[in-house]
């Protein structure tokens, strides 16, 4: 069973569920969900992510995004793209660039289909569970053949 | 009274927008209309709704359709909820007879704020869908008005 994440960057209630999910062997797979409204920062963390993912480490830059939510601007996030090693400048361009915020835009759009209105939002088989009842929700999965993480 | 069924034409209104002119149902003649009833500005479900619907203001326009938020609070507090969530959808207000839109369109709450409703009108006036949340506190995804808009 994978329990699919749809989450921001920004959100404090996706930080807490990413501490509860870090304690637990399931199958996770993270998509982004960034409503800029609510988040400004949420779509450029998103980007990062995934120019982090062009370097083979999305889930290095993932960790690090969750880990702060308080430091979200530009240079935070080009410090820890130097942090974790990355060619810095690659990562910039990267996240700038169209590729990036079309990435984060399929996985907000297959959010839409699904009926994501809130984050975090999680899908356990068909069920959908949103908001603080994701941090209980996740620890009631069976870990299954986990852990493993894919986004 | 239920939320308007699809078929019906939409009753005559008039909502106030937020610059004191009015909404009516003139307005909605020869255009695609979502109308987005909510319980209360500032009430946080309401926040999460509108900013993803706001997100999703391209979508909508390709399929030729406008969203406006509807409820019963005063188009001051309709503009700074707007101003605060930084979205562009629209507010109209439902303030001045206090509901009387609402219950036209079957979505009156007895505690005199609008159920979490949406309404698509079709540009002949005539509502295409309804949907009522089962609950206020329950968000209908934006899934259900694309699904409605793509069943032509």
């Not at chain 1, 920004?10 to 999910?21: N, T, W, Y």
């Not at chain 2, 329950?138 to 409605?148: Q, S, T």
């Amino acid at each position: 069973m994978t329990c699919v994440v749809y989450g921001d960057y920004e959100c404090p209630f996706c930080a807490a569920l990413e501490a509860r999910l870090q304690t637990l062997a399931l199958r996770v797979c993270f998509r982004h969900f960034p409503v800029r409204s609510s988040h400004p920062r949420a779509q450029p963390a998103a980007c990062a992510a995934e120019a982090a993912h062009e370097q083979g480490a999305f889930w290095a830059m993932h960790d690090a995004l969750f880990a702060d939510q308080g430091r979200l601007e530009d240079p935070h996030l080009w410090a820890r793209a130097e942090r974790l090693g990355l060619d810095v400048a690659r990562f910039d361009a990267v996240r700038r660039g169209d590729q990036a915020s079309e990435r984060v835009r399929r996985d907000f759009r297959a959010g839409v289909r699904a009926g994501v209105v809130t984050t975090p939002t999680i899908f356990v088989g068909d069920t959908a569970i949103s908001g603080r009842a994701t941090i209980e929700a996740v620890s009631r999965i069976e870990p299954g053949s986990g852990p493993a993480r894919t986004h | 009274m239920p939320v308007v069924a699809a078929g019906q034409p939409a009753p005559q209104f008039s909502l106030q927008r937020p610059d004191g002119g009015t909404f009516t149902h003139a307005d909605l003649l020869g255009k695609t209309t979502v109308l987005v009833f909510y319980p209360f500005a500032f009430s946080p479900v309401c926040t999460d709704q509108l900013s993803v619907y706001n997100e999703l203001l391209e979508d909508f326009a390709e399929r030729a359709a406008t969203l406006y938020g509807v409820s019963c609070d005063a188009h001051y507090s309709q503009t700074a909820f707007k101003d605060a969530l930084n979205i562009e959808i629209e507010q109209l207000s439902d303030f001045e007879p206090k509901g009387a839109v609402c219950e036209a369109f079957g979505v009156l709450h007895p505690g005199g704020f609008p159920q979490r409703a949406l309404v698509l009108v079709g540009p002949d006036a005539v509502v295409k869908w309804s949907y009522e949340a089962p609950s206020p506190s329950e968000l209908p995804g934006a899934n259900l008005i694309f699904d409605a808009l793509s069943a032509d």
